[in-house]
């Protein structure tokens, strides 16, 4: 059982909602839109799922413009995004928790799936990578989540379900619980979180 956390951060993508498809067809869209090879589901996975999209599309040997277009082809197709069967139950039953999303994904894009899906009244706060200059793996986003609910980051457990968000939790002293992935507690669905924190 972890030691109680004052504060749960919760990524978004992967943890909440389930977008992994989408994010893929925006990627490979805004990779035609620029005449370049697309690429599969695992090279995805491998090497740019959950990045800071910035880094991703500079990786990719793509222009500042990119940035704009994936993102637009992302909202375009949020309706496609679904949102995990045990979210919003799990949410409710960690209510007593200060909570916030942190999320490399743009505000406008959160802040509609969060609206869409009425969940945006489970969290305290949200920080995307619009409020933040690097996104994860980088903590920036976690220290500014951290200020924002008067925390400290070894006071707080992030949920994640990518290598960057273990590696921004771990590089500021956050508790890292890990959705299907190796992190200092790892379960396979987020409802699970609950007899981890023993609620």
Do not use: H
């Amino acid at each position: 059982m972890i030691q109680k956390p004052i504060a749960l951060l919760f990524d978004l993508d992967g943890v909440i909602v389930d977008s992994e498809d989408v994010w893929f067809f925006s990627l490979n869209t805004t990779l035609k839109y620029f005449n370049k090879n697309q690429i599969n589901k695992e090279i995805f996975n491998e090497k740019y799922w959950g990045n800071d999209v910035n880094d991703t599309l500079i990786k990719l040997d793509l222009p500042n413009e990119a940035v704009k277009i994936v993102n637009n082809v992302y909202l375009d197709n949020i309706n496609n995004v679904k949102i995990f069967p045990d979210t919003i139950d799990t949410l409710f039953k960690l209510e007593k928790y200060k909570k916030g999303l942190i999320t490399n994904t743009p505000k406008k894009s959160a802040l509609s799936l969060l609206k869409k899906f009425n969940i945006l009244r489970y969290f305290n706060i949200v920080v995307t990578s619009d409020d933040v200059k690097f996104g994860k793996p980088n903590p920036e986003i976690i220290e500014k989540a951290c200020k924002l609910l008067n925390v400290k980051p070894f006071d707080v457990a992030i949920i994640g379900d990518t290598i960057s968000d273990v590696k921004a939790a771990k590089s500021i002293g956050s508790t890292v619980i890990g959705i299907k992935i190796d992190a200092d507690y790892s379960i396979n669905k987020l409802s699970e979180i609950i007899k981890l924190l023993n609620i």
